[in-house]
C-alpha cells in the first residue's frame, strides 16, 4: 500500500462513492450519471465540459452551455453537494477593467482555479479565431477579463492552482481553427496573469491507440506527494471520427513541464450510454476535480459525448499507483 499525499485542504462533503466490488478500474462512474441531463435550463440544450470548486458552504461552476441558437457560452451554476446543480438562467456578464461589457462572441469548455484569492476562468473564444479567453473573480458577481494569454489558435487553458517559483504557469494546446487532428500540451509561465512566456513543451501524442492523435489538459493539476497529478484528453480517430479517453500523467513538483510518468492506459472511455451516444458520440472530457486532503478522495468532473455531466472518483493512491505501475 503506497500512502500518497493530496496537498490540498480538506473537503470532507464533497461528492463520494467508493469502489464497486466488482470494479478493477483505477476510476470509476458514479452510479447516478449523468448528474446535469439535457435542456437544464430554457434556451440551454445542454450542459458539458465545466468546472467546478468548493465556494463558501459548497460549490460553484462554470458551465459550458449550448444555447438554443447553437453559440456555446458560460453560465453559472451553484450546487450545496457539488451533484445537483442550479444554474443562473442568464450568461456571465463579463466586463473589462473599466467595467465595461466585454462579453465574447462564444465560449466554450471552461476551467476554473482558484489562486490565492482569487478565481480564474479561462476558455475557448474567439480572438480572431479560436483562442483562450480569460477572467478573474472574487465574488461570483463581477468577472473582469484580463488580456487574452496565447494569440490564436489555442485551446484548453489549465492554470495551475498556485504559483511555481513565484510564477503562474498555465497549460495549453496549440491548434488550427476547426476539428484539429493534431496537438500538444505546453505550459507557459507568467509573473502577473498579463504577460505569458517561457513556453516549454509537456507532451504530446503517443504510441497508445486512445490518444494517437492529439492530447489536451483536462483538469487543474492536483498537487500530491508525487508530483502534480494531471487528468488531460487523449483523442484517437476512427472510420467513424474522434473518441476522447481521459488520460493520467505525474508531472515534476517544481518543472512541471517534466513527465515523470505517464499512463499507456487510459483511466476512462467512453462505455456508458451517456458516453456514447450524445450530440458528439464517444467524448469522454475531464475539466475539473474536487479532492478531500484528509482522505485522498478525488472526483472528476467531465463531459459527455457533448451533452451531458458526469462524474467520476478515484483516491490519490489509487491512481497514482496504477499510472505509476503503467507508465512508459
Ligand atoms: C473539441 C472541443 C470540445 C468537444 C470535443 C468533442 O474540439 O470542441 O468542446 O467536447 O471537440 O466534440
Not at 450568461?91 to 462579453?103: L, M, S, T, W
Not at 481553427?177 to 507532451?203: A, K, N, Y
Not at 467513424?240 to 500523467?249: D, H, L, P, Q, T
Not at 482522505?295 to 496504477?322: E, W
Request: with cysteine; glycine share 10%.
Amino acid at each position: 500500500m503506497s500512502n500518497v499525499k493530496l496537498i490540498c485542504p480538506s473537503l470532507p462533503g464533497m461528492p463520494w462513492q467508493d469502489r464497486p466490488q466488482d470494479c478493477a478500474a483505477p476510476v470509476w462512474r458514479y452510479s447516478e450519471n449523468p448528474v446535469i441531463g439535457r435542456n437544464p435550463i430554457p434556451e440551454v440544450a445542454r450542459i458539458f465540459n465545466s468546472a467546478v470548486a468548493p465556494y463558501e458552504d459548497g460549490y460553484i461552476g462554470v458551465f459550458r452551455g449550448e444555447q438554443t441558437n447553437g453559440v456555446p457560452y458560460i453560465y453559472l451554476g451553484r450546487s450545496a453537494d457539488g451533484v445537483k446543480w442550479d444554474f443562473e438562467r442568464s450568461k456571465i456578464n463579463f466586463v473589462d477593467r473599466n467595467g465595461n461589457p466585454a462579453q465574447p462572441v462564444y465560449a466554450y469548455d471552461p476551467r476554473l482555479v482558484k489562486v490565492e484569492d482569487t478565481y480564474y476562468a479561462m476558455w475557448c473564444q474567439d480572438f480572431h479565431g479560436a483562442s483562450i479567453g480569460l477572467a478573474e473573480t472574487k465574488d461570483f458577481k463581477t468577472f473582469t477579463r484580463l488580456e487574452n494569454p496565447f494569440i490564436p489558435f489555442n485551446r484548453n487553458a489549465v492554470l495551475f492552482p498556485r504559483k511555481i517559483n513565484g510564477m503562474y504557469v498555465m497549460l495549453s494546446r496549440p491548434s488550427d481553427s476547426g476539428h484539429t487532428p493534431f496537438g500538444d500540451i505546453f505550459l507557459s509561465q507568467s509573473p502577473d496573469m498579463e504577460f505569458w512566456g517561457r513556453h516549454c513543451h509537456v507532451m504530446g501524442k503517443s504510441g497508445n491507440w486512445w490518444e494517437n492523435l492529439k492530447v489536451g489538459g483536462g483538469a487543474a493539476p492536483i498537487e500530491t506527494s508525487e508530483g502534480w497529478l494531471l487528468f488531460y484528453h487523449g483523442v484517437t480517430g476512427t472510420c467513424n471520427g474522434y473518441v476522447y479517453s481521459i488520460g493520467g500523467a505525474i508531472l515534476n513538483i517544481d518543472d512541471p513541464s517534466k513527465v515523470l510518468y505517464r499512463c499507456q492506459n487510459f483511466l476512462l472511455t467512453p462505455e456508458e450510454w451517456y458516453e456514447e451516444r450524445g450530440f458528439v458520440p464517444n467524448v469522454c472530457f475531464p475539466c475539473a476535480t474536487l479532492q478531500d486532503g484528509d482522505t485522498g478522495r478525488i472526483a472528476i468532473y467531465y463531459g459527455c459525448a457533448d451533452s451531458y455531466v458526469g462524474l467520476a472518483f478515484t483516491t490519490a493512491d489509487t491512481v497514482v499507483d496504477y499510472i505509476k505501475a503503467n507508465s512508459n
